[in-house]
């Protein structure tokens, strides 16, 4: 069961929600769509590149508290 890690750029808030298939997750505390994923199961993945260097630079890492650097 995939729990992904989102933070919103809105107000900055980090949580956490189990996520089934593709269904929508809004900020627990401001309901914005605009929620980023960051740390997750998919996010960890090698590859080319990953997701936190690549979209890590947003309003959620500059709020604080954010563990993807
Ligand atoms: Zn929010």
Known sequence: MPI???C????GTEFQKLVYGQ????????Q????RRTLSLFGIR?????VAS??????CC???GCRCH
Not at 46 to 50: K, L, V
Not at 54 to 59: H, I, Y
Request: aromatic share 6%.
């Open 4 to 6: 992904y890690e989102y």
């Open 46 to 50: 090698g590859g080319s590149g990953t």
């Open 8 to 11: 919103c750029p809105q107000c």
């Open 23 to 30: 269904a929508a997750v809004v900020c627990p505390s401001c």
């Open 54 to 59: 690549e979209g890590g630079g947003g309003a």
């Open 62 to 64: 500059s709020a604080g």
């Open 32 to 35: 914005s769509p605009e929620v």
